[in-house]
């Protein structure tokens, strides 16, 4: 994606390293001077910190990095208090990347106190989506981006195996519900396993898939080469891309209902991106 000339996919050799840089540092810059009125730990954020983290550690004189400094210092590195709700680990991967880049404990301390708390007092709740308690565990599929990633680098971070060992539990109990192994896609949550698309096919929303298949190289990059299940992630990884590229629309987007882009027939850029 960084090398410069025409690629396979017919991309304008204007598009290179440089384009992609200038373009990277013009979207952070942008973003955070245009602020949106939500708390700066939702989980809006923590996606838009997921990806300037990346994009920081990528180019060091760039932007990202101290953005996300200044961010995590006024937030004194904190999460929501849904302690047992995914979207409110999101900007954990920003904190924990940022607590191992600056050798700042500080960073990584809350939310390492909130993954503590989920694993030692585990919810026993129904993966069936709008039942008691199902959003203290992984039942819809964003989850899988939202707090996976953050285990996998706690262990990293600490060494402690412990929070891999919960994480695959975890990720494989949700991906055994709502995989759909003919398709090779994820079911947003468990109200649309017998909800049609208008053309009578299965219903995938794209932001859904596109959620699992962002946090899956999250996952992998800190997950240790010889943890015995890396071949299920690596294999999940595989088919979920090759399921998606079948869906794929020809000018690179995907649409809202990956299996009727006619209904709506809209382009859905968040699903596209991720």
Request: proline share 7%; with cysteine; hydrophobic share 40%.
């Amino acid at each position: 994606m960084l090398s410069a000339g025409t690629s396979v996919s017919g991309a304008s050799a204007d598009w290179n390293e440089k384009t992609i840089r200038d373009n990277l540092q013009l979207v952070a810059e942008w973003q955070a001077k245009h602020p949106k009125k939500r708390s700066p730990l939702h989980w809006t954020y923590g996606a838009f910190y997921s990806g300037l983290v990346q994009y920081g550690l990528s180019v060091p004189e760039g932007p990202g990095l101290p953005l996300l400094r200044k961010a995590g210092e006024e937030q004194e590195w904190k999460t929501l208090n849904r302690h047992y709700h995914a979207d409110d680990h999101a900007v954990g991967h920003a904190w924990m990347e940022m607590a191992m880049e600056d050798g700042n404990p500080a960073a990584a301390e809350k939310i390492r106190a909130v993954l503590d708390k989920v694993m030692n007092r585990p919810s026993s709740a129904s993966l069936q989506f709008l039942t008691p308690g199902c959003q203290d565990r992984w039942s819809w599929s964003d989850a899988l981006f939202m707090s996976p990633p953050v285990f996998v680098k706690l262990a990293a971070y600490t060494g402690n195996r412990r929070y891999l060992e919960f994480m695959d539990r975890e990720y494989k109990l949700t991906c055994d519900y709502l995989f759909d192994r003919e398709e090779g896609l994820f079911f947003r949550d468990s109200r649309y396993f017998t909800v049609p698309a208008a053309n009578g096919k299965k219903m995938f929303w794209s932001r859904g898939n596109g959620w699992v298949i962002a946090g899956l190289p999250l996952i992998l990059q800190d997950m240790p080469a010889d943890w015995p299940s890396r071949p299920f992630y690596e294999d999940l990884l595989k088919r979920l891309a090759a399921a998606l590229k079948k869906c794929q629309s020809p000018d690179g987007s995907w649409h809202a209902s990956l299996l009727d882009p006619d209904e709506p027939p809209l382009k859905e850029m968040s699903g596209t991106l991720f």
